[in-house]
């Protein structure tokens, strides 16, 4: 039989992507939830998320792919199972595998009465030692099978980004497999081949040295975020500074590259923080030290406070000034405010006693969830900067790019603009209102 249908557990931001995706190469996708309402959707052809691409895809291969709550039909009907639901952080920054286990267990059980050989594939993100010490004792235990004979067992995380999922799905730089045997790997690295529109490098190891690598990868990201941030830091406080040209200068270099290298607001979101805080966490058990993971956990904590502390310093007292802030979400193209550094900006405001109103073109919904009555949500970015003494361009939505210097002059009652990402001509805007930069010398 040829191995053409797959299952997905977990259908949520990142698994109905994934699901998507396959189901787009013309694999047979069955999503597993608890989630009825997203069950319904997914049957219906819709998405239940905010993705971009993802409800277009979704309409192009409706008949591909179908979602149910039923373990037993799923595994039935596919020759290999992904395992994509949440490992939420722990006090001690590790990952719980309480959803992993759960869906596990129902995938062992499932498994007791298949003949054929099963992959099953460990996408979530859990740290070093979980696949082999926790996961695959229970699918053995439970199934009464024997992992590398009757099924296979991986580990393939995702290394995408919310907001461009598809693509970077679709266009990896690098596909990561830690394998329990050849067989199980051969299979999942055939899935991606075809899968993937490039060519991307299959790096395929054992499961333990792939779960290192995820988290690796991610921490290190981290670092170079960071360390960005501190050039922008210093480029703040020497003649003519303008981090944009060291950063340039910098990654021309081909031992360290363009990418992440920017200098603006602290890193955030569902992955990046946690995958931090996580390598930090297994270092410490390990008995190893992993101080540059530490120093760029604190100086990603202090950007927040960083930027307002600009804002104060060149405004002096915050106490009663008008604020708008544009952006909320922790990038572009999603919706989340996850560890979001607006969104800790915003607080920090509040807490100085600013009158703070705020915009996102899609986080609104989340940011009323989390944050208190105290802030204003405008409906549009003419609302939020209407009668402001300060804008703080936060998250750099495409629409916030376009504005011009006299959609604030027009609008604001005091014409100044802090631009964490520098998105804006310097010299168009000064000449006309009060302009100010992160990582540029001379602020407002």
């Not at 100086?299 to 104060?312: G, M, P, S």
């Not at 969830?369 to 003419?382: F, P, W």
């Amino acid at each position: 039989m040829p191995l053409n249908r797959i299952s997905v557990i977990g259908i949520g931001k990142l698994g109905l992507c994934t699901a998507a995706c396959f189901s787009s190469k013309g694999y047979q996708v069955i999503g597993v939830d608890v989630n009825r309402a997203t069950i319904d959707a997914v049957n219906r052809g819709r998405s239940p998320i905010y993705e971009p691409g993802l409800g277009g895809l979704m309409a192009k291969c409706q008949r591909h792919l179908s979602a149910t709550d039923d373990y037993n039909y799923a595994i039935e009907n596919s020759e290999v199972t992904f395992i994509v639901v949440p490992t939420p952080s722990e006090g001690d920054g590790g990952f719980s595998t309480k959803y992993v286990e759960v869906a596990v267990q129902n995938i062992a059980r499932a498994l007791k009465d298949k003949d054929s050989f099963h992959t099953v594939v460990v996408t979530s993100t859990v740290l070093p030692g979980v696949t082999e010490g926790v996961i695959k004792p229970l699918l053995e235990q439970i199934s009464g099978k024997k992992c590398s004979v009757d099924f296979g067992l991986c580990y393939n995380p995702e290394f995408i980004a919310l907001g461009s999922v598809i693509r970077d799905f679709t266009n990896p730089d690098m596909v990561l497999i830690g394998e329990s045997d050849p067989r199980a790997g051969e299979i999942l690295a055939e899935i991606h081949r075809i899968t993937c529109n490039n060519q991307p490098y299959i790096a395929r190891m054992s499961i333990d040295n792939a779960e290192l690598a995820k988290i690796a990868l991610n921490a290190y990201v981290t670092m170079k975020i960071s360390f960005a941030n501190t050039l922008a830091e210093l480029c703040e406080h020497i003649p003519g500074g303008n981090v944009d040209l060291v950063t340039k200068a910098l990654g021309a270099d081909s031992r360290i590259g363009t990418k992440y290298l920017c200098g603006a607001v602290s890193y955030g979101g569902p992955c990046f923080p946690r995958d931090n805080k996580a390598f930090l966490s297994f270092s410490k058990k390990l008995g190893c030290r992993a101080r540059l993971s530490q120093a760029t956990d604190a100086v990603n904590k202090d950007q927040a406070a960083r930027i307002a502390h600009l804002v104060e310093q060149e405004f002096g007292e915050v106490k009663g000034i008008n604020i708008a802030i544009l952006g909320l979400t922790y990038k572009p193209g999603t919706d989340v405010i996850e560890a979001s550094a607006p969104v800790e900006m915003a607080k920090i405001l509040l807490d100085q006693g600013a009158k703070v109103m705020v915009y996102d073109p899609a986080g609104m919904e989340n940011a009323r969830k989390l944050l208190d009555g105290s802030i204003i949500y405008a409906n549009s970015i003419d609302e939020c900067i209407c009668g402001a003494d300060l804008c703080i361009l936060a998250t750099p939505w495409p629409e916030f790019k376009k504005l011009k210097p006299e959609d604030f002059v027009n609008r604001m009652k005091n014409p100044a603009i802090l631009d964490c990402w520098r998105v804006y001509d310097r010299d168009e805007f000064t000449a006309k209102l009060t302009y100010s930069a992160i990582g540029l010398r001379n602020r407002l």
